[in-house]
């Protein structure tokens, strides 16, 4: 297996966490690059439904060992709240599956108080986000105010670092945020016992993926959020505070571009968007209301409704462009069956070549193909396809120009069309 990129190509939510469940069990590790527990991805598992939002979805393998790069940001109390939930339902975390980099910042709790606070004065103009707190993690890890996991599992290191810190943090959230100020004291007893707790999982995840590479193992690297939520992108404002694509797994693993082989994009057959922004194939109507209801498209983190529309391949050709996408994943096939015709983008009016700016400024060129209504979740050959749906999934690939070599046909592990390439083994 060569070592792998996995990313969204949409807006997130492409079902990543089932795709990478898929292929976990052929690689030595999972790596999480990026994002934080504004991530949700879900995995169903002997129908069971397991939600993950910041360990990598690998960890349902008890063979595979998953990494928490440092490009991550780590609220410790949601960390610790889903390793206790795996562990009560049988899953062995031991410090040799899962391991935490030293380097990767912590969420603190006035990075959420802030985040939340933020969202609200911004009333109608509000960005969207989970209010968890990333945003702010990743200001402070920038303006080089930031606790590290290195910090956290260390009292005296972490008592040092509020003290430079807290006094400026202190000033921002009692005179501009109107939020309470918060003493080292109180703060060093909420996070002292979760960092003893996470001592034993915290380590030099550089060095490891380096030592499984160099014993000629092989790594997923799995993507949270979708490529148009980029920070330098996707629709600004309207995105996260990390960069989302796949050239970000270097930078949030530790590893050089020529360590990576293959980059896996994940699409959805329609298009989904969570919060705020541009959405140019977005369908305000019965349509679109039809897809959320049979997609349940709600947002695993969250709960909030997922606006929908239809594929837009002028979007994916720009998220292959951007991620060099070598392979595609199309999840949720399934839930296009019944449909008389499917809409589809099959570019913007004006713009050939160049991808707009504002994305606002789209205007799609549509293109209808027929529709199916035999149910598909039982198809596992392309072969058990209506011929419809497979000419669907052929319009696409064309479109896209990158193979599609997985179709998903259902939330459930079987419930996948192997075509070929990465996924046949
Ligand atoms: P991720 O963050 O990209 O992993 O995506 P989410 O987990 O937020 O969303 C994907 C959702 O779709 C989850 O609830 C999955 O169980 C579900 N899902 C994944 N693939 C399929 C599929 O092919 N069909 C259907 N109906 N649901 C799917």
């Not at 009333?123 to 707190?133: L, Q």
């Not at 030099?204 to 993926?209: L, Q, S």
């Not at 600004?236 to 082989?261: K, L, Q, R």
Request: contains cysteine.
């Amino acid at each position: 297996m060569p070592n792998v990129v996995i990313v969204g190509t949409q807006w997130g939510d492409e079902g990543k966490g089932k795709v990478v469940d898929a292929l976990a069990p052929h690689v030595a590790a999972v790596v999480r690059f990026q994002g934080g527990n504004n991530a949700g991805h879900t995995l169903v598992v002997n129908g069971q439904k397991i939600v993950l939002h910041l360990l990598p979805s690998g960890i349902l393998h008890p063979e595979v060992t998953s990494l928490i790069g440092h490009g991550v940001v780590i609220d410790p109390a949601v960390l610790l709240g889903e390793i206790d939930r795996l562990t009560a339902r049988g899953h062995v975390l031991s410090a040799d599956k899962l391991g935490i980099s030293l380097s990767a910042h912590v969420i603190l709790p006035y990075h959420t108080a802030v985040d939340q606070a933020r969202e609200r004065a911004r009333g109608a103009s509000k960005i969207g986000t989970t209010g968890r707190g990333i945003g702010p993690a990743y200001e402070d890890k920038v303006a080089r105010r930031g606790v590290r996991i290195a910090d956290l599992i260390d009292p005296a290191r972490l008592a040092l670092r509020l003290g430079e810190i807290l006094p400026e943090k202190n000033h921002a959230l009692e005179n501009w945020h109107g939020v309470a100020p918060i003493t080292a004291d109180a703060l060093l007893n909420e996070l002292a016992p979760m960092g003893a707790r996470l001592r034993p999982w915290a380590r030099d995840t550089v060095a490891e993926v380096h030592a499984i590479l160099g014993r000629g193992g092989s790594i997923l690297f799995e993507g949270a959020q979708g490529t148009f939520l980029d920070i330098d992108h996707g629709t600004y404002p309207f995105v996260t505070s990390s960069n989302t694509v796949a050239g970000a797994a270097c930078a949030g693993a530790g590893v050089g571009p020529t360590a990576i082989h293959e980059v896996v994009g994940i699409a959805k057959a329609y298009t989904t968007r969570v919060g705020s922004g541009a959405f140019p194939t977005e369908d305000l109507g019965a349509a679109g209301e039809a897809l959320r209801a049979i997609g349940a498209e709600f947002g695993a983190t969250t709960g909030r409704p997922r606006r929908c529309g239809w594929f837009d391949a002028a979007l994916l050709r720009q998220a292959v462009r951007l991620n060099g996408v070598t392979r595609l994943a199309l999840t949720k096939l399934d839930v296009l069956t019944g449909l008389d015709r499917i809409p589809v983008c099959v570019g913007y009016a004006g713009f050939d070549g160049t991808f707009p700016a504002a994305l606002e400024d789209a205007v799609p060129v549509w293109e209808e193909l027929p529709g199916w209504s035999d149910p598909i979740s039982g198809a596992r050959t392309l072969g058990d396809l209506p011929r419809e749906a497979r000419a669907y999934v052929d319009r696409l690939e064309a479109l896209v120009g990158v193979p599609i070599e997985l179709i998903s046909v259902g939330p459930e592990r079987e419930a996948t069309i192997a075509v070929g390439g990465l996924f046949a083994g």
